[in-house]
């Protein structure tokens, strides 16, 4: 192992390193260190499947009640949709009404003495004034 007059050059050499890491680690070590990583992890998943069913439970809690708000808001619409097509109608109503009474307007004023009277002047007005 080379040396410097700045101490110990162990750090440098990673293979190095290793290479005497596993002289010191043995097989046996590493067994009892998987084996204790098993349980760990064994013992997480438990807990992470306990938080997961425990979050799912609350999701399916929050989507009911999401579906009943939206279930009620639909009702909304529905009742909102109804008085908007009645308003529409009442409306359609009073338009055939409105263009009804001015069709009978025009027929009553054309019928009427004063529009043969005011047809008639301004007609024969404008034969006159192509005499001219």
């Known amino acids: 192992m080379p040396c410097s007059k700045e101490g110990n050059t162990l750090s440098q050499f990673p293979l190095l390193v290793m290479s005497q890491a596993k002289t010191v ?16 992890v064994s013992h997480l998943l438990v807990h992470s499947l ?11 809690v929050k989507l009911e009640r999401l579906k009943a708000k939206l279930t ?11 008085a908007k097509d009645k308003v529409v109608a009442d ?4 338009v055939g009404q409105i263009e009804r009474a001015k069709a009978v307007a025009v027929l009553e004023f054309k019928a009427s003495e004063a529009f043969n009277d005011n047809n008639t002047r301004y007609f024969l007005s404008g034969f006159e004034a192509f005499r001219k």
Do not use: C, F, N
């Open 25 to 40: 680690v043995l097989q046996h070590d590493m067994d009892d260190y998987s084996k204790a990583a098993s349980e760990d």
């Open 50 to 60: 306990i938080r997961l069913t425990k979050e799912r439970k609350e999701g399916l």
């Open 72 to 82: 009620e808001r639909d009702d909304d619409v529905k009742v909102a949709v109804e």
């Open 91 to 94: 409306l359609q109503h009073l």
